[in-house]
């Protein structure tokens, strides 16, 4: 099993940016992807960024955005802390989610990083609120 614990949500101004971050723990050697996704009210969720996380080791680091995201946010690996950090620069009413990161064992890659069934653990999520 694998846990995923993310943090970092709030409410900031549009325009404004939001680093979030998500902590694995428990069976990490069996993650090869991690990812990104937002669930705003009434609306179905969605793929934000992805990164892959090789198979018993620290390296890899293939990440792929969101059309709406790319440019303006990244992803990204912190191995001491085994977490994978998002940030989001110029942050618009329509980022306003609740984000999730998800660990996949599958070897997803590019596009297929953007499906959630491709996808095996979940955390809790935490929400972010972009006010005008």
């Known amino acids: 099993q694998v846990q995923l614990v993310e943090s970092g949500g709030g409410t900031v101004q549009s325009g404004g940016s939001l680093r979030m971050s998500c902590t694995a723990s428990g069976r990490t050697f069996s993650i090869y992807t991690m990812g990104w996704f937002r669930q705003a009210p009434g609306k179905e969720r969605e793929f934000v960024a992805g990164?892959?996380?090789?198979?018993?080791?620290?390296?890899?680091?293939?990440?792929y955005y969101a059309d709406s995201v790319k440019g303006r946010s990244a992803v990204f690996r912190d191995n001491n802390r085994n977490a994978v950090d998002l940030q989001m620069s110029s942050l618009k009413y329509g980022d306003t989610a609740v984000y999730y990161c998800?660990?996949?064992?599958?070897?997803?890659?590019?596009?297929?990083?953007?499906?959630?069934?491709?996808?095996?653990?979940w955390g809790q999520g935490t929400e972010v609120t972009v006010s005008s």
């Open positions: 990164i892959t996380w090789t198979r018993g080791s620290w390296s890899g680091g293939d990440t």
């Open positions: 998800a660990a996949g064992t599958a070897t997803n890659r590019g596009s297929t990083m953007t499906y959630p069934s491709r996808y095996d653990y």
